[in-house]
C-alpha cells in the first residue's frame, strides 16, 4: 500500500477578494499561510518522500511550508508548469462577483465549473519569460478549460508521480483547485458531468491509499 496526497495551496490575495488567478502569480494571505500549518499537521504521520508542486508561488510556499513543519526539507522537491491552475484567459484578475453581473451567474458557473467550457482567450500568449523561459511556445495556453488542463495535468501524474508510486514512495502534490479536480476525475473515473459539482478546499489535505495497481483502497475525500 502507498498513498498520494494532494493539497490545494492556502488561501491566497486573490482568493480573498474573489478574483480568478489562473497563471497569475499571488502571494498567501496569513490565512492561507495559517492553512498551510493545518495542512502539515494533518499530515504528520505519513512518510512522505518526494513532493511535487506547480510553478506559481502560492502552491510554492504551501509546499515550503509543509516541508518545513514536517522536518522533510531534504526530500525531493519537483516543480512543473504541468500541475498550474488552469489559465482563465482574459478572466485573470477580474472579479467573479462582477463577471457575474456582466455576463450572468450561468454563464460565470459554466466558465468555472463545467468541464468543456473555455473562458474568454487573451489575446495573445504570455511572454515566454521566468518558468516558462524555455517552454515551447505553441504550448503557451490563452485559456483553457478543465478538459483542456486536464490534458497536460493527467500525463505529469502518469509520467512522473505514478512510477514512484508503483516505487512503494509515497508522493505529495500541492497544486490548486482546477489541478486536483483533474486529478480526482482521473483517479475516480469521475463523468465529465459530475466533476463540475467537485469542490476543492485550501488547505485541506486529500489522502488516497493506493494498492499495487494504483486502485484506490480507501480515501478521505467526502
Do not use: C
Not at 502552491?59 to 514536517?70: E, G, K, S, V
Not at 483542456?148 to 512510477?163: L, M
Amino acid at each position: 500500500m502507498v498513498k498520494l496526497i494532494m493539497v490545494r495551496h492556502g488561501q491566497s490575495t486573490a482568493n480573498a477578494t474573489n478574483d480568478y488567478t489562473g497563471w497569475n502569480d499571488v502571494e498567501l494571505t496569513q490565512k492561507g499561510i495559517d492553512q498551510a500549518h493545518e495542512a502539515a499537521d494533518q499530515i504528520k504521520n505519513i512518510d512522505i518522500q518526494e513532493v511535487h508542486t506547480s510553478v506559481l508561488k502560492r502552491a510554492i510556499m504551501t509546499a515550503y511550508i509543509i516541508q518545513d513543519d514536517l522536518d522533510i526539507n531534504y526530500v525531493p522537491i519537483i516543480k512543473s508548469w504541468r500541475l498550474n491552475e488552469r489559465h482563465y484567459g482574459a478572466l485573470r484578475g477580474q472579479n467573479k462577483d462582477v463577471t457575474r453581473e456582466e455576463y450572468g451567474v450561468e454563464q460565470v458557473r459554466l466558465w468555472r465549473r463545467s468541464y468543456y467550457t473555455m473562458p474568454p482567450k487573451l489575446a495573445e500568449p504570455d511572454p515566454l519569460v521566468g518558468p516558462y523561459k524555455y517552454l515551447d511556445p505553441r504550448a503557451m495556453p490563452v485559456s483553457e478549460s478543465l478538459f483542456q488542463a486536464y490534458k497536460r495535468i493527467v500525463p505529469y501524474y502518469t509520467d512522473v508521480v505514478a512510477p514512484q508510486l508503483l516505487d512503494g514512495k509515497n508522493q505529495l502534490i500541492v497544486a490548486h483547485g482546477s489541478t486536483i479536480r483533474a486529478l480526482i476525475k482521473y483517479l475516480e473515473d469521475v463523468s465529465d458531468k459530475d466533476i463540475d459539482g467537485i469542490e476543492v478546499a485550501n488547505g485541506v489535505p486529500l489522502v488516497y491509499e493506493l494498492d499495487s495497481k494504483l486502485n484506490i483502497i480507501k480515501t478521505n475525500r467526502k
